[in-house]
């Protein structure tokens, strides 16, 4: 356990102390009948990393500046994506997921929330649509990724965003981990990431339909725990004058990969 990534990576990812984000993996079946409650308890609670850690809040400002703008946000479990927005004063929100999870409080702040199953079913919203749809980190639980993000075009307005993260394989902590245990970490059988998507095959599948407009990176916190944890931290805090390094030193530490696609009529 030399390699210092290897050792952030096990501590991250196999066993982590403290708060348990995880959910095994169910099927579709199981989601919305035999295992309903136990998904329900556990979905109506959950925000995600790119949500506590703030990524999916600070791009989606980045990239969407006009608060008028129609959302949907795909598998908003708790909804506290919905509510940062909503808290920074866009209005026009709508949510969906595989069965009901929203709090009552929440579904004060949505104009709409529908239920579908991603891989199998078209949203039940009709073409050209919303200004922006966001799924953060749930391309990577689906059986048909694929689908999804060809009726996220569909829904789409022209011009339209469509923002997303999946796991970052190509970070020096995972590929790391993969030399270690030919495995990847974020892909044990304890957890419900079923999809592989490499950066390559985001490309050749979604810029069939998309152009890409930019790429970013989740940095989790954890990353600077401990001795070699604080040499990281100075390294990115002198790269943050530098948006090239910056941007590298992400791509080698991130967590999970954001992608911000345009719609391409």
Known sequence: ??????????????N???????????????LKNSKKDEVSKHLSKLSGKNVRYNLSFDVFKKYVSDKSSKVLDLGTASG?????????GYQNLYAHDIDSYLPEERKKIIQEYKIAELSTQPLPWP???????TAWCVLPHLENPFYA??????????????IFTALHLASKASIDYFKKYKNFGSYRETNNHIALLPDSVVRKTMLKFFDLVGVDYLVIPKIFDGWHGKIRKILFNLASKNLKLEKALKKRWGYNICYILRKRS
């Not at 356990?1 to 991250?12: E, F, G, P, R, T």
């Not at 569909?154 to 965003?161: A, C, E, S, V, Y």
């Open 1 to 14: 356990m030399a390699n210092a990534d290897v050792w952030y990576n096990i501590k991250l990812i196999i």
């Open 80 to 88: 506290s994506f919905l509510q940062q927005l909503h808290d920074d």
């Open 149 to 162: 993000a060809r009726d996220v075009h569909r829904i789409l307005r022209k011009d339209g965003l469509f």
């Open 127 to 133: 073409d050209n649509n919303f200004d922006v749809v």
């Open 16 to 30: 982590p102390k403290g708060y348990n984000n995880e959910m095994k993996y169910f099927t579709a079946e199981e």
